[in-house]
């Protein structure tokens, strides 16, 4: 079963190639660059739209493979065998960084700490619970990219309730519809409110980094999944379809060309919603024929990976910044120069980690809880 199910979603991984390398095209100054480069370094942040909207598919996924294989139904205790899986699946490395993060880096400094001085112990216990999203003053403050990780666990919780009743293609469909009228509105509430010091940060922590926001790119995954699953569906219909595939796939990167230069007027859809919708179209075409162009061994191998990537890329760029750039002209070359020293050294800290550290960790703990 597991075989199948990796062959069906082969794309998955290249897809998240693809984010981690948008991520780390932001992160390492991209958007600096002059020309296409800046647009498309600049593009890179909706790289985490595009982590959202995978999972998002995936999780419904995983919680189909858990009841179905085991022909149970949802109760507490099997949601909570559910919710233990993916925490421990996340924490080992999530919980390195973040020490690897304090020490490299030390508890102050930090742009999203604002008005506070430092990182506190408070702010440090939050992180390793997964609660660092209560606060918009910790939920981007220790390794600079773990407020994906502060919905992602959110959504984790909301994920079991939602498949229980958000099971079908209408129902995922109108949930999209609601979340994001609703998060839109909520966003326009809260943004009026600021409850805190630094007006700035609660802008970015409510248009972009708090749960609602972000929602409907999640539950476009799910949107996704049940095109994917269902065998009536147009999509898995018309499977190895190539030109239909092609045409898809051209009208997908269209589209993103106009998001690029920002030629849209979605009312007032947000860009995290329009990329994602970008990603999606770009996505089934890959469920009908899996192209080269987006399904291949690069992106494929950096995907498989992308998670260390993701928390330990940010690390790499201090070290860099720090070391080897400092003093220097930052032109297109430079920025070229460092952009694939740290997605090399990114990729062979992760795959290290990955193989020497996450998978015995997970093999212990999944064997220690009998999971």
């Known amino acids: 079963m597991k075989n199948i199910e990796s ?6 991984d290249s897809v998240k190639g693809i984010a981690i390398c948008g991520v780390v095209m932001i992160h390492s100054g991209g958007a600096s ?6 647009v498309l370094g600049d593009a890179g942040k909706y790289g985490v739209q595009l ?9 419904y996924s995983s919680l189909n493979n858990f009841y179905t294989r085991q022909d149970i139904s949802i109760s507490p205790q099997h949601v909570y065998t559910w919710w233990l899986k993916k925490i421990i699946k996340l924490a080992p490395l999530y919980y390195i960084a973040v020490i690897v993060a304090l020490l490299v880096e030390g508890t102050g ?4 700490l ?3 001085e430092k990182v506190s112990f408070l702010n440090i216990v939050a992180h390793f619970l997964f609660l660092h999203g209560i606060n918009p003053y910790y939920i981007n403050s220790i390794i600079g990219g773990e407020w994906y990780l502060a919905v992602l666990v959110l959504f984790f919780l909301l994920a079991p309730c939602l498949y ?3 099971n079908s293609l209408k129902r995922a469909g109108a949930l999209f519809v609601f979340s994001a009228v609703a998060g839109y509105c909520l966003n326009r509430v809260m943004l009026g409110i600021v409850p805190v010091m630094d007006e700035y940060i609660w802008g970015e922590y409510i248009k972009v980094f708090w749960m609602p926001t972000q929602l409907p790119v999640l539950v476009l995954g799910i949107i996704l ?7 009536n569906s147009i999509i898995i219909k018309k499977q190895g379809n190539r030109k239909l595939s092609y045409s898809i796939l051209i009208c997908g990167l269209i589209m993103t060309v106009a998001q690029l230069y920002e030629i849209h007027a979605l009312f007032k859809v947000s860009r995290f919603i329009t ?18 162009v987006i399904n291949n061994v690069i992106f494929k191998s950096i995907g498989r990976l992308s998670y260390p990537i993701y928390l330990f890329h940010l690390r790499l760029i201090t070290i860099f910044e720090k070391y080897i750039q400092k003093g220097k002209e930052y032109g297109i070359g430079m920025w070229l120069m460092k952009y694939f020293i740290i997605m090399l050294g990114a990729y062979l800290i992760a795959y290290m980690l990955e193989r020497f550290v996450d998978i015995p960790i997970n093999k212990h703990i999944r064997k220690r809880f009998n999971l």
Do not use: H, T
């Not at 982590?51 to 999780?59: D, E, M, P």
């Not at 400094?109 to 999203?112: A, I």
């Not at 999606?280 to 024929?289: E, K, N, P, R, T």
């Open 109 to 112: 400094g930090r742009y999203w």
């Open 164 to 166: 229980k009743y958000i």
């Open 225 to 231: 999944y049940f095109l994917v699953n269902d065998k």
């Open 7 to 12: 062959r069906r979603y082969a794309w998955s």
């Open 51 to 59: 982590f959202f909207l995978l999972s998002g598919f995936l999780a």
């Open 33 to 38: 660059m002059p020309g296409i480069l800046g």
């Open 114 to 116: 604002g008005s506070y």
């Open 275 to 292: 990329w994602a919708l970008c990603f999606f179209i770009i996505i089934i075409s890959q469920v009908i024929y899996e192209s080269v």
